[in-house]
């Protein structure tokens, strides 16, 4: 019995580890987005300034 909840504990503590892999993932792609809408509006009125 303590042998499976070990075996589940380990598997939790994968599967945050993932959560947490695909979270910075994510955040680094928002950022990216950001940067890339930054730079298209600086192409649609090139002459505005920031």
Do not use: S, W, Y
């Amino acid at each position: 019995m303590t042998q499976k909840v070990l075996g589940l504990e380990e598997k939790v503590k994968e599967l945050e580890a993932k959560m947490k892999e695909k979270d910075m993932i994510i955040e680094n792609l928002k950022k990216e987005l950001h940067r890339k809408e930054i730079q298209c509006k600086k192409l649609e009125h090139p002459f505005d300034k920031d």
